[in-house]
């Protein structure tokens, strides 16, 4: 079992950058893909980005390519999104999560959740 929890978020003007983090307990951190969601007002919780176990195959929404970077650091069980070119529609709650699985795309994929950071972005 892993328990994960978010941090980075905050409020920034369209345009402007934030990193978030995702640290993670224990020491099994490394068996886990991990991977970032995102939940607007009103909306369903979507899929970001995701990584695998050692830091590789990123694979990214299309809303987010060419301004989000996912990455992670085994040796400080902390995955971390940066986000540039922020934009109004960036605005929502930020989850990170975490899959047994090699990577994983889909909310029904990840087994263990954080409890989500704000993120809001002004126009």
């Known amino acids: 079992q892993v328990q994960l929890v978010e941090s980075g978020g905050g409020l920034v003007q369209a345009g402007g950058s934030l990193r978030l983090s995702c640290a993670a307990s224990?020491?099994?951190?490394?068996?886990?893909?991990m991977g970032w969601f995102r939940q607007a007002p009103g909306k369903e919780r979507e899929f970001v980005a995701a990584?695998?176990?050692?830091?590789?195959?990123?694979n990214y929404a299309d809303s987010v390519k060419g301004r989000f970077t996912i990455s992670r650091d085994n040796a400080k069980n902390t995955m971390y999104l940066q986000m540039n070119s922020l934009k109004f529609e960036d605005t929502a709650v930020y989850y990170c999560?975490?899959?047994?699985?090699?990577?994983?795309?889909?909310?029904?994929?990840?087994?263990?959740w954080g409890q989500g950071t704000q993120v809001t972005v002004s126009s």
């Open positions: 990584i695998d176990r050692s830091g590789g195959r990123p």
């Open positions: 224990g020491r099994t951190f490394s068996t886990y893909a």
């Open positions: 999560a975490a899959t047994r699985r090699q990577i994983g795309l889909r909310r029904w994929e990840y087994d263990y």
